[in-house]
Nanobody, 117 residues
Framework: QVQLVESGGGLVQAGGSLRLSCAASGSTFSGNRMGWYRQAPGKQRELVAT???????NYADSVKGRFTISRDNAKNTVYLQMNSLKAEDTAIYYC???????????WGQGTQVTVSS
């Protein structure tokens, strides 16, 4: 089992920045992919960014150049630095953890990000 604890959400004005953190504990496995998804009201959950334990990253087109994902493998923690936030970034952001070679996903409880225009 893997437990994910998120922090860092909140309310920010358009153009501002926020940093999300997600710490994994439990059976974290030596190889894994961690990342962030988001779900806005009335919409499906969508990928924001992922990062593998080797450092390979993947971003949604909508956040490229504004968001940066990083991780500290020693702390089993993933970060999402969000800059130049827009109203359309408003959503619940969920931390995701997937062991390498597995299709099973672990999810955090979600953290609300609200961007006021």
């Amino acid at each position: 089992q893997v437990q994910l604890v998120e922090s860092g959400g909140g309310l920010v004005q358009a153009g501002g920045s926020l940093r999300l953190s997600c710490a994994a504990s439990g059976s974290t496995f030596s190889g894994n992919r961690m990342g962030w998804y988001r779900q806005a009201p009335g919409k499906q959950r969508e990928l924001v960014a992922t990062i593998r334990s080797g450092g390979v990253t993947n971003y949604a087109d909508s956040v490229k150049g504004r968001f940066t994902i990083s991780r500290d493998n020693a702390k089993n923690t993933v970060y999402l630095q969000m800059n130049s936030l827009k109203a359309e970034d408003t959503a619940i952001y969920y931390c995701n953890f997937r062991p390498t070679g597995s299709w099973y996903d672990y999810w955090g409880q979600g953290t609300q990000v609200t961007v006021s225009s």
